[in-house]
């Protein structure tokens, strides 16, 4: 990976292993990426440019009169099937998850992100393309430091059996569970944390999108997943796997930690905590990411 993301990976300093990075950050010049959005199927072109410190993570719709913007935040949460969009006024942005936790794993606190249309692309379906394109302009730190939050209580959101929990603990760690009937997917499992050596970039990014073939016609019916193909999503079907190999055994439980970090993103600065998902969806992440915001307490920036 290049030196200018190691230099910055979230909540670490390599310098000092384990150690907080106090500071913000933002990219150090333009990163742009073009393709089709998965539910969508239109062609957009992103831009994402440097921002001032305080000014978060901010969608500006430029193909649209005026070029209205959409702040990255729970307040702008529109809907949630499957994929998170957000909407500020009349203007809307889809499917924004797997940019915003790239935003979050690398450590990026403040960006101007432009898209000409509706939808972020899918890319190949994961967030590796947006780590390598950031990595390829790299990441400047700002004079501003970064909010501390914390959570005194630990709290839970339950659907049925999917559930997002979240105890206060002494670093953050994300784990999720799924479980299919499909026996190529079954039950499985992934835990990670900023702090651990396996970074975002190469632990989590990779993960792709994914699919079960005997839905997918009726998913089109509803006018969903117009832009996804096997370029872009796995597809599992009863027989297995479509379109193997998988980049990581579990795969599909590392891609739904993606979306939770996208999703929780939303929130802001988070505390240190463990957080458990299981077969939860966008809605239940943003329900609870809603839940979260309520709970936590901001304290005075510290250095460790």
Same mark, same amino acid.
């Given at each position: 990976m290049p030196e200018s993301i190691a230099s910055s990976t979230f909540l670490t300093n390599p310098?000092?292993?384990?150690?907080?990075?106090?500071?913000?950050?933002?990219?150090?010049?333009?990163?742009?990426?073009?393709g089709v959005g998965l539910h969508s199927g239109h062609h957009t072109q992103v831009r994402i440019l440097p921002a001032d410190a305080d000014q978060g993570r901010v969608f500006v719709r430029v193909d649209l009169p005026g070029q209205p913007e959409i702040p990255a935040q729970l307040s702008t949460v529109h809907q949630t099937i499957l994929s998170t969009e957000l909407r500020q006024g009349e203007a809307t942005v889809r499917t924004v998850e797997h940019l915003l936790a790239t935003l979050w794993g690398l450590g990026i606190d403040n960006v101007r992100i432009e898209v000409d249309g509706p939808e972020l692309p899918l890319l190949d379906g994961s967030a590796l393309e947006w780590v390598n394109a950031i990595a390829a302009v790299g990441i400047a730190p700002q004079s501003a430091q970064r909010h501390t939050v914390q959570l005194s209580e630990p709290i839970t959101l339950q659907q049925g059996d999917a559930f997002v929990s979240a105890v206060p603990s002494p670093q953050l760690r994300l784990t999720y569970g799924i479980d299919f009937d499909l026996a190529a997917i079954g039950n499985q499992w992934h835990s990670w944390s900023p702090m651990s050596a396996e970074s975002f970039a190469d632990a989590i990014a990779p993960a792709r999108t994914?699919?079960?073939?005997?839905?997918?016609? $009726? /998913?089109?019916?509803?006018?969903?997943i117009k832009g996804g193909s096997l370029d872009n $999503? /796995?597809?599992?079907?009863e027989t297995g796997w479509i379109n193997p190999p998988l980049r990581f055994d579990n795969e599909p439980a590392r891609h739904k930690l993606l979306d939770l970090v996208g999703d929780l993103s939303l929130v802001g600065p988070l505390p240190p905590m463990h957080v458990v998902a299981y077969k939860a969806s966008h809605q239940l992440h943003a329900q609870f990411a809603k839940q979260l915001s309520v709970a936590i307490e901001t304290t005075p920036q510290h250095v460790l």
């Open positions: 310098l000092k292993p384990g150690v907080m990075v106090t500071e913000q950050h933002t990219v150090a010049t333009t990163v742009e990426c073009t994914f699919g079960l073939a005997h839905q997918i016609e $009726a /998913l089109r019916q509803q006018g969903l $999503a /796995l597809v599992c079907s």
